[in-house]
């Protein structure tokens, strides 16, 4: 003779049992952080026991990926990006949600596969960051499995320059460089050193156009601007003040660099070559990174409102869905240290 089914035992049983809120046998069988008197953690376990209750494990993931937002980035490992993600994080507890992170190192076959495995697991909305995202990138396979989420409800916001019709935070990178350009050229400079990473990236070829436009503004003669490539990394402009220091500096008075981290190490190059900050040569970045501040000296920069953004694409993450795409456009404001000094114009 077959048995008869066993009643479903609910948390609402167990509870009952127990002789305690459904509350808190939610926080003693769910994992919560929040604390529970260790009498009531014991009736609760011993309820959940004696009645054979087991946890929903997939109702209970379903409901936790509902209230997740899936952050897709390219290196997490930066400054300026650790203040996106702080503030993201920020943000999206006071909303009720928390921030999962991957990372891709910009490979587009890598972004697809990290949307594709994301959706998956139904996250509420899909952030990405990164220099720049076309939709005809990969023969827009990625714009159409973003499309497709949104479509299933999800929300998706771009964190950069993008062609795609979706919300999108973007930094005005080129104004950045043109004021910090600018700058230089109004306190004297006339050679200066542009320490510029891969030219292909939007944010450095966006960067590097409005150094150039800024000192030009300013009457510095094109000739006298001088492009160094390097690695968009301390070391990238350690190397890159080292040779140019070993060359001699070709005169320059200043370094443009492309970011903070690559001002910074190019301040420790130019010091282990004998070269001092800022009398023998002024250096600026970009970013205002909390790193900038505490160097010696401190760096001049441009600083991007990094937090702000990060803020801002949870709130457009959280938001109902309805209208046209958003567009948001940071700029940046300069903030003069002790890394530059003015010079007589020659």
């Known amino acids: 003779m077959p048995h008869a089914a066993r009643p479903t035992v609910t948390l609402h049983d167990v509870a009952a049992a127990a002789g305690v809120s459904v509350a808190t046998a939610s926080r003693v069988l769910g994992g919560s952080t929040r604390k529970v008197a260790p009498e009531y953690e014991a009736r609760v376990l011993a309820a959940a026991a004696a009645l054979r209750y087991t946890v929903d494990a997939s109702a209970r993931a379903m409901r936790r990926a509902s209230d997740s937002i899936a952050l897709v980035?390219?290196?997490?490992?930066?400054?300026?990006?650790?203040?996106?993600?702080a503030a993201m994080e920020r943000e999206a507890r006071a909303g009720g949600a928390f921030v999962t992170v991957s990372a891709t190192m910009g490979a587009h076959e890598r972004q697809l596969e990290t949307v594709r495995l994301l959706r998956a697991l139904r996250p509420r909305a899909l952030v990405l960051t990164s220099s720049r995202f076309v939709a005809n990138a990969l023969g827009g396979r990625l714009f159409k499995e973003l499309a497709a989420y949104e479509k299933e409800g999800g929300r998706v916001v771009i964190v950069g320059e993008t062609d795609m019709a979706f919300d999108a935070i973007g930094f005005d990178d080129y104004g950045a460089?043109?004021?910090?350009?600018?700058?230089?050229?109004?306190?004297?400079?006339?050679?200066?050193?542009?320490?510029?990473?891969?030219?292909?990236?939007?944010?450095?070829?966006?960067?590097?156009?409005?150094?150039?436009?800024?000192?030009?503004?300013?009457?510095?003669?094109?000739?006298?601007?001088?492009?160094?490539?390097?690695?968009?990394?301390r070391q990238g402009g350690f190397d890159a003040a080292r040779r140019l220091a070993e060359a001699g500096m070709d005169g320059r008075q200043a370094v443009l660099a492309v970011n903070d981290i690559v001002a910074i190490g190019a301040m420790s190059g130019f010091r282990a070559a004998g070269i001092n900050v800022p009398e023998d040569v002024s250096v600026t970045g970009i970013d205002d990174i909390p790193l900038a501040g505490d160097v010696t000296p401190r760096l001049t920069t441009v600083a991007l409102p990094l937090a702000h953004a990060g803020a801002e694409a949870i709130r457009f993450a959280l938001a109902e869905a309805g209208g046209e795409p958003r567009r948001l456009i940071v700029e940046g404001r300069l903030i003069v240290r002790d890394s530059t000094r003015p010079r007589q114009a020659q």
């Open 73 to 85: 980035a390219d290196d997490l490992t930066t400054p300026s990006m650790g203040m996106v993600v």
């Open 177 to 233: 460089g043109r004021s910090a350009g600018a700058f230089l050229a109004e306190t004297g400079h006339r050679r200066v050193a542009v320490f510029a990473g891969v030219r292909e990236l939007r944010t450095v070829s966006d960067r590097t156009a409005g150094f150039v436009d800024g000192l030009r503004a300013g009457g510095v003669d094109e000739r006298d601007i001088r492009i160094v490539s390097c690695e968009v990394s």
